[in-house]
């Protein structure tokens, strides 16, 4: 027992220093100069029954320091009053256009076909992708362009800060965004040499051309993961991508409860493993090594086996306060950290267990099966050849 409680107390420090050391070579939003001439941008934004925050985020976008700008709505078949609020909106706003869909064609997820459709209208240089409840400061478009632009870079994805209206999401959204860090290594995209890279949801700006090369949002059809995958895409067809920290410039409400948070969750969890249910046993294995066998392992021993133990363990709560310092949460997040593990492991194998039990996924209201989700899978991160050829 000494002997295993040492060696994991070795697993939890080396995580520990990779962390560290992945912190360190996260890109941040730095720039020499500015733009000696702006690119020409379209706002895509997708919205299905997004009446309580459309408005709002879309008044921040139009705050935004940015010329040549367009923002296109995709109303994705609201049912509530979405379309009429953007509709009101835009009568004094003409830079506000509005795309109505009222179907959804088979072998697509809605999201992902409003996302087609609203870059179909785009003539622009640049395709910023972000989603309806996102909040942007004015100044942090124009830098992220010009950070692109110096870079040369065909995707840039941001990691927006994350906020909720319930107090008790904020543990949960530090130990997700570990995992999440320890899953995707966001840091890595920049690297030719490696075969990663993570766009984000709130925040996914790319170059048309090389958008449309790849076959745009067609190859992510039926991924409830496309904006992940979409730089992943990007950069295996030969094109440059990296990922920043930006909670200093942009926002969004994560989950408004604890109830939307485990429901939001249910179309995530299997596609990270490509509905491999084999690949999900795995994973769960070392999540609960990772995040809840350190807060066990005190109550089994004792001793010098003990002692290796409470090391293991306080190794993972400066991983998770480093998370929390990175990601801007509230630092009294971190006594937590032993209840919060736990909690998101059980939303996780739910989510698989439902899966498997469903034989597919709803999403929004849709439900989408496993054949068709399977017939969009990609080989995992880490497990493709790299194509170090630049466009």
Same mark, same amino acid.
């Given at each position: ?32 100069? +500015? ?16 009446? =309580?925050?459309?408005?709002? &985020? ?6 935004? $320091? ?20 953007? $509709? ?6 003409? $830079? ?11 072998? #697509? ?27 942007? $400061?004015? =100044? ?5 362009v010009c950070f692109l632009e110096e870079h040369r870079l065909d995707h840039l994805g941001g990691i927006p800060k994350v906020t909720s209206r319930s107090l008790i999401l904020y543990p949960l959204?530090? /130990? ?10 966001? #840091? ?6 490696? =075969?990663?890279? /993570? ?6 700006? @790319? ?7 790849? &076959? ?7 991924? +409830?993961?496309? %904006?992940?995958?979409?730089?992943? /895409? ?7 991508? %990296? ?8 926002e969004v409400e994560w989950y408004p409860s604890f109830l939307s948070l485990v429901r939001g969750l249910e179309k995530n969890v299997m596609t990270g493993f490509e509905y491999d249910f084999r ?18 392992? +005190? ?22 306060? &480093? ?8 630092? #009294? ?9 736990? @909690? ?18 709803? #999403? ?28």
């Amino acid at each position: 027992m000494i002997l295993f409680c040492a060696l994991f107390f070795v697993y939890q420090s080396a995580l520990l220093i990779f962390l560290i050391r992945g912190a360190t070579k996260l890109s941040k939003l730095e720039t020499k100069a +500015p733009l000696a001439k702006a690119p020409t941008l379209s706002i895509v934004v997708p919205a299905r029954n997004e009446e =309580d925050t459309i408005e709002t &985020g879309l008044r921040s976008l139009l705050k935004c $320091e940015y010329p040549h700008l367009e923002i296109i709505v995709v109303n994705d078949r609201s049912t509530d009053g979405t379309l009429q609020r953007v $509709e009101s909106l835009s009568q004094n706003h003409p $830079e506000v256009k509005i795309l109505n869909l009222q179907e959804l064609p088979e072998n #697509w997820l809605g999201k992902n076909h409003a996302l087609q459709r609203g870059s179909e209208q785009s003539t622009s240089e640049l395709i910023l992708f972000t989603d309806a409840d996102v909040e942007i $400061e004015s =100044d942090f478009l124009k830098k992220a362009v010009c950070f692109l632009e110096e870079h040369r870079l065909d995707h840039l994805g941001g990691i927006p800060k994350v906020t909720s209206r319930s107090l008790i999401l904020y543990p949960l959204v530090g /130990v997700f965004g570990l995992g999440f860090s320890l899953f995707t290594r966001p #840091w890595e995209g920049k690297d030719p040499s490696k =075969d990663r890279a /993570v766009g984000i949801g709130a925040f996914n700006l @790319v170059r048309r051309n090389a958008y449309q090369k790849v &076959g745009g949002h067609q190859s992510l059809a039926m991924r +409830p993961d496309d %904006d992940l995958k979409l730089a992943l /895409v990007l950069k295996r067809a030969g094109f440059k991508t %990296d990922c920043v920290n930006g909670v200093e410039g942009m926002e969004v409400e994560w989950y408004p409860s604890f109830l939307s948070l485990v429901r939001g969750l249910e179309k995530n969890v299997m596609t990270g493993f490509e509905y491999d249910f084999r690949l999900a046993f795995v994973g769960l294995f070392f999540f609960a090594a990772t995040f809840i066998l350190p807060f066990a392992l +005190p109550f089994l021993t004792e001793g010098t086996a003990l002692a290796f133990s409470l090391l293991a363990a306080t190794a993972l709560f400066l991983s998770y306060l &480093g998370q929390l310092y990175l990601a801007k949460l509230p630092l #009294w997040c971190l006594p937590f950290l032993p209840l919060a593990s736990p @909690v998101i492991f059980t939303i996780f194998f739910r989510d698989c267990l439902l899966t498997y039990l469903r034989k597919g996924v709803t #999403w929004r209201g849709t439900f989408y099966s496993l054949e068709h989700l399977r017939a969009n899978r990609m080989p995992l991160p880490g497990t493709h050849s790299p194509n170090n050829k630049s466009r």
